[in-house]
């Protein structure tokens, strides 16, 4: 049986840092087992026009190692579009580039093996034991997760899914028939404007009827503002983690809007669309934006979808007749079934898996034996933890913590809020507030 320091299942951006990271490491061995033929990035949901929406500069290892040769730059200079895509791109690059360059790093890691879905991993004799459905059978001592998150809609949809009730990530698989249709786009983040933008994008695919319902207030923009932007940074995520579990069940929603708000441009985008189909447009869209409902029950009537939305505002219950339901309703993380002999041995707390400062989950395993999480730890690890933005630093901490030495700096990066700030020197016989007042 193979033998490797550590085992990663899963090659998505998260995995692929780490391999990215781990190439250049010659006494650490390595392999990262993906269930896809090759590197794809939520192909259901690759829309044209999509954009990133963080900075090229979090690619999968520039924040940790800019002397890379996995960069993203270094993809621009070596496909000889570095110029072009500097005139072209500005600040924003397209969702299908950045695929096309994580593309282009797994082509050239050894490390990354596809066609490999992971089917259990079991304790063995002083190693874990890997097995995938092609037979073959690994041993490590440290395997790291990045197996990614799974798409969510209501419990009550799940018997109605197919091409009339599908989930965003779907959209390009399931390819729902729109043109002229009544069509009801549930969740106002990211994948809920861009699958209307996409729908209101093609003159003779307009549906007939568009109702696009929010469960927040409105249809709001992400806060990119600098001091929010800063809970993505390693300080952060550090501050975060030393909270009390209560504490960060608190803040984690407060925060929300930091991650799952919409580009603004993306929001104009679709305002000047809406108006120009109903200012100079032939009027054939009729549409309704609802905030503040939610879905409560669907039920198939005569080949159309009922819909039972309740009205937060008004507390009452409304019904509405639609074709074709797409639920953008985001994604979670679940424990991989492979995961399940392994399940009772890991430590939780109400349900929530314990994660270390180094992203190791705690478990009563051999101390030798570790499993490391990637995208798993947003309830210890804060708002950035599924995002982009410290894939390079999470990877290079895991390296880290792998090799039990420091690879890759990752403890340098400093804020500019003061989470933990603590006067200095308290006075010993303080003024008195109201003695100061009278002073000045
Ligand atoms: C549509 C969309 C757009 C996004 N855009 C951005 C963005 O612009 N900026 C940003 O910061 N974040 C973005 N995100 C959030 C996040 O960056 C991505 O979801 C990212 O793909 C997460 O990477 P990952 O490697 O953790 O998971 P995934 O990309 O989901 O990769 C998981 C991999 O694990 C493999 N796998 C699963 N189970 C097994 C198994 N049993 N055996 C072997 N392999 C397995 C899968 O085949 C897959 O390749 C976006 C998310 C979505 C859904």
């Known amino acids: 049986m193979e033998r490797f320091d550590f085992i990663g299942v899963g090659a998505g951006p998260s995995n692929l840092s780490l391999a990215a990271l781990a190439q250049p490491v010659t006494d650490l061995s390595a392999v990262f087992l993906d ?3 090759r590197f794809q990035w939520h192909p259901g949901i690759m829309l044209p026009g999509a954009e990133l929406q963080v900075s090229f500069m979090k690619d999968l290892v520039t924040l940790v190692d800019p002397t890379s040769r996995y960069s993203f730059l270094n993809f621009l200079v070596e496909q000889g579009r570095v110029y072009r895509s500097l005139v072209a791109n500005g600040t924003s690059v397209s969702r299908r580039e950045f695929e096309q360059y994580y593309h282009w790093v797994a082509e050239q890691l050894p490390s990354v093996r596809w066609r490999r879905r992971v089917r259990s991993v079991e304790l063995g004799e002083g190693a874990l034991e ?4 092609d037979g073959e059978s690994l041993k490590t001592r440290a395997l790291v997760l990045g197996t990614g998150k799974e798409p969510v809609v209501p419990h009550f949809v799940a018997s109605l899914r197919g091409p009339r009730l ?3 990530s779907e959209l390009l698989t399931v390819r729902p028939n729109v043109a002229g249709q009544r069509v009801m786009v549930v969740g106002a983040g990211q994948s809920g404007a861009e699958v209307v933008n996409h729908l209101l994008s093609e003159d003779r695919q307009l549906p007939s009827e568009l109702v696009w319902v929010s469960s927040r207030e409105g249809f709001q923009p992400i806060d990119d503002s600098p001091f929010t932007n800063e809970w993505f940074t390693p300080p952060y995520v550090d501050h975060f983690h030393g909270l009390p579990e209560e504490r960060r069940q608190t803040l984690l929603p407060r925060q929300r809007l930091a991650s799952d ?3 603004e441009s993306l929001l104009r985008n679709i305002y000047r669309k809406l108006y120009l189909l109903d200012t100079v447009g032939d009027g054939r869209l009729r549409h ?15 080949g159309a979808l009922v ?3 309740h009205d937060e505002d008004r507390g009452a219950t409304q019904r509405c007749v639609v074709d074709t339901v ?4 985001g994604y979670r993380s679940v424990l991989p079934d492979f995961l399940e002999p392994l399940r009772d041995r890991l430590t939780d707390t109400d349900g929530r898996l314990q994660v270390g400062e180094d992203y190791s989950l705690n478990w009563d395993g051999p101390a030798g034996l570790r499993i490391y999480v990637q995208n798993f730890a947003e309830n210890s690890h804060g708002i950035a933890d599924p995002n982009l933005s410290l894939a390079a630093w999470r990877s290079a901490r895991v390296l880290n913590s792998i090799a039990a030495r420091e690879i890759y700096r990752v403890d340098q990066a400093r804020a500019t809020t003061d989470w933990a700030w603590e006067p ?3 006075t010993p016989d303080p003024t008195p507030m109201a003695t100061l007042v009278e002073q000045r």
Do not use: E
Not at 288 to 302: G, N, Q, S
Not at 326 to 329: E, M, P
């Open 288 to 302: 309704h934006l609802v905030p503040c409902r939610r879905v409560i029950d669907v039920r198939r009537l005569a």
């Open 166 to 168: 599908l989930h965003s």
């Open 35 to 37: 269930a896809k033929p």
């Open 424 to 426: 200095t020197s308290p």
């Open 130 to 133: 890997v097995r995938s459905d």
């Open 326 to 329: 797409i639920f953008c309703t």
């Open 307 to 309: 819909v039972t939305l």
């Open 261 to 263: 708000g919409v580009s």
